[in-house]
């Protein structure tokens, strides 16, 4: 399976028929994640991608082991959290519009990955984000 782990592109023409499994190791801080407030905590992050092909139709699901930080709700600090939801897509060559849920595959047999897997990360960010449980706040005065 081609997977650009810097892009999360995948080339579907490298895929069999079926399922197709990868785990990918990401080198978190070069991916371009473009998420508000939210940046990578380590190097690494790892991918696991389960594919299903199917006449035209390719089924994705997966999850991400990383960790990411964004400003403490009390006192700005770095909050870490680690990505908890599930990455659940579904494209297909003929595109939305053709009675399915599906998003579409460009004509190069490429598919991005990239905007599924931040939206994982985007809905693992706590409501209320703590750099730690008794986190006091910020501390005024002197």
């Known amino acids: 399976m081609r997977f650009d782990t810097r892009s999360l592109v995948l080339d579907v023409s490298s895929l069999a028929m079926g399922m197709n499994h990868g785990e990918f ?74 009675g399915g849920d599906y998003e579409a595959m460009i004509s190069t047999g490429l598919v991005n990955l990239l905007d599924a897997v931040r939206e994982a990360v985007i809905l693992s960010v706590p409501g209320k984000p703590l750099c730690r449980p008794d986190c006091p706040g910020m501390e005024y005065g002197g």
């Not at 089924?59 to 600090?77: E, H, I, K, Q």
């Not at 870490?80 to 939305?96: C, D, L, M, N, Q």
């Open 25 to 98: 190791e990401l080198p978190m801080k070069e991916v371009e994640w473009n998420i508000d407030e939210v940046e990578p905590e380590g190097k690494h992050g790892v991918l696991f991608l389960s594919l299903d092909l199917r006449e035209g139709i390719l089924t994705c699901s997966g999850r991400l082991d990383a960790l990411f930080v964004t400003p403490c709700a009390r006192c700005l600090r770095p909050a870490a959290f680690h990505v908890e939801e599930e990455i659940a897509r579904t494209y297909s060559w003929k595109g939305p519009g053709d």
